[in-house]
């Protein structure tokens, strides 16, 4: 067999590729407070820095999914790579806050490019052979990334500086480019006579930025104000205008009539609570070790790898689990336990918390999740025809990714909604100030009130996982080696 169609360089190259980007992602979460230091951003600033990368990589992740299925994936997935690496240098020279929320944007739509052809190459690639195997080497990969990135940004910002979070990047890049271009299949010829659907990529842009941006505005202006509202309500208007310009495109971004799949929609559903649940913790413990336990960036980072571990270590058993057990029981299963974990960080957020119950809080919620995460992705992508994998993942992406931004974004305000000013800057600008007995209360109550609307999710994502018909995906018998 040749090298370049070789199915296992195609999961070698692609894992590399999201490693690349999720380890980027991770990495942030502990230099968050160095970097709004160093620029003196405000709190809405602070925020954005981590939510314009999410923001433009989830709503781009839907878009390529599409632009995939038409141009050839090999081709996007390496330009993706160039301008990730590309936007990764310029993030370290920006000139202002504002100048670095551009660089993050731009690099997450770069990001976007690499992650949404990632799944469709392997399962095409894995089609006739051992596909579940491969997507689960590739969950593991995606885990340790995140497991190794907040010890990686922690140790980088500790020691150098937080722009080498983003320096880093650029020799590994140039690495998977050149990965990428040799040994990757060659492009698949473009359909003609492509009319994309720029209407709804337009709608759901703006839809889903503005809603966005009216939530970050709440925690500093409050639900009741006119510029949240008005947000807020174009958000709805644009998502509604989505919705109708999908149902009418030539070529729609989404096929609407995949939902009618209930399998799909019930699976995508659950990702979509579970993100929404999970995605904002590890920054929030990073945070909260940092404020309340005084940590530096890099002890913060080592403290907040339970949970990726967690996944990791959940990734080695999914495969057997799932040769005995049905999808639904899985992902179920999966949930409680992160549930479990949730309510173990839960009752331990205050100043006399017990250090281990949040370690083993973590490790419950990222064990839960690698349970889960695995064959509800199979799931989806086994749910639908073969031409239209690139479209099912880049659906499952997005609303993964919904989630994961909406979850930032809600979590921050949340934390510091009944907070004043001057204590919503101290989580932000660590170690700026000394804080009080009192004031480290009140700040730890703000964690334990998002953690307490974190399980309530969660609780709704266990319903939709046993409403998804029970499916028994066909995993191999053969653990995944270590």
């Not at 999966?334 to 173990?344: F, P, T």
């Not at 695995?374 to 993942?393: E, K, R």
Request: proline share 3%.
């Amino acid at each position: 067999m040749k090298a370049a169609h070789n199915p296992w360089n195609v999961l070698v190259v692609t894992s590399f590729g999201v490693f690349l980007v999720m380890m980027n992602m991770s990495t942030l979460t502990v230099a968050l407070p160095s970097i709004t230091s160093y620029y003196g951003a405000s709190t809405i600033e602070a925020s954005w820095i981590l939510l314009a990368y999410m923001l433009c990589n989830t709503v781009f992740i839907l878009i390529f999914g599409k632009v995939a299925d038409l141009f050839g994936r090999k081709q996007l997935f390496v330009i993706g790579l160039i301008t990730f690496t590309c936007f990764s240098f310029l993030c370290g020279f920006a000139p202002s806050v504002e100048w670095l929320i551009v660089y993050r944007a731009l690099q997450g739509i770069s990001g976007a490019l690499v992650i949404t052809n990632t799944t469709p190459l392997i399962t095409d690639a894995f089609r006739s052979g051992p596909m579940s195997k491969a997507l689960g080497i590739n969950v593991v990969v995606s885990s340790v990334a995140q497991l190794v990135g907040p010890v990686i940004g922690g140790y980088v910002t500790f020691m150098f500086d937080w722009q080498w979070v983003f320096w880093c990047n650029v020799p590994l890049g140039a690495l998977a480019i050149v990965s990428a271009v040799i040994l990757l299949p060659k492009r698949i010829p473009a359909k003609k006579n492509i009319s994309f659907d720029y209407m709804s990529s337009v709608a759901i842009f703006i839809g889903l930025g503005s809603l966005i941006i009216g939530v970050t505005m709440s925690g500093e202006y409050g639900w009741g104000s006119t510029i949240v509202q008005r947000c807020v309500s174009i958000g709805l208007v644009f998502f509604i205008l989505f919705l109708f310009t999908a149902k009418h495109a030539k070529q729609p971004l989404i096929e609407l009539t995949i939902f009618k799949n209930s399998t799909f929609s019930f699976a995508n559903m659950t990702t979509f609570l579970n993100a929404l649940a999970r995605s904002s913790v590890v920054l929030l413990m990073a945070l909260y070790f940092q404020v309340i336990y005084g940590a530096n960036p890099l002890e913060a980072g080592v403290w907040v790898l339970p949970l990726t571990a967690g996944t990791v270590i959940a990734s080695f058993f999914i495969g057997q689990l799932a040769a005995r057990w049905k999808t639904r029981v899985l992902t179920t299963s999966g949930l409680i336990i992160s549930a479990l974990g949730i309510v173990c960080i839960f009752m331990n957020l205050h100043v006399n918390g017990i250090f281990f119950a949040l370690m083993l809080g973590q490790f419950l919620i990222g064990f839960g999740s690698g349970i889960f995460m695995t064959p509800n992705t199979q799931l989806i992508m086994l749910s639908v025809p073969a031409h239209t994998t690139g479209v099912a993942n880049g659906i499952r992406s997005m609303l993964q990714n919904m989630g994961g931004v909406l979850s930032t974004a809600c979590a921050l305000v949340i934390v510091t909604v009944s907070l004043p000013k001057e204590l919503k800057a101290s989580i932000y600008e660590v170690g700026e100030r000394s804080l009080n007995m009192q004031e480290l209360t009140m700040i730890a109550h703000g964690f334990q009130l998002a953690f307490s609307v974190i399980f309530v999710i969660t609780l709704l994502a266990i319903i939709s996982a046993y409403l998804t018909t029970a499916q028994r995906i066909q995993f191999e018998k053969q653990l995944i080696e270590d």
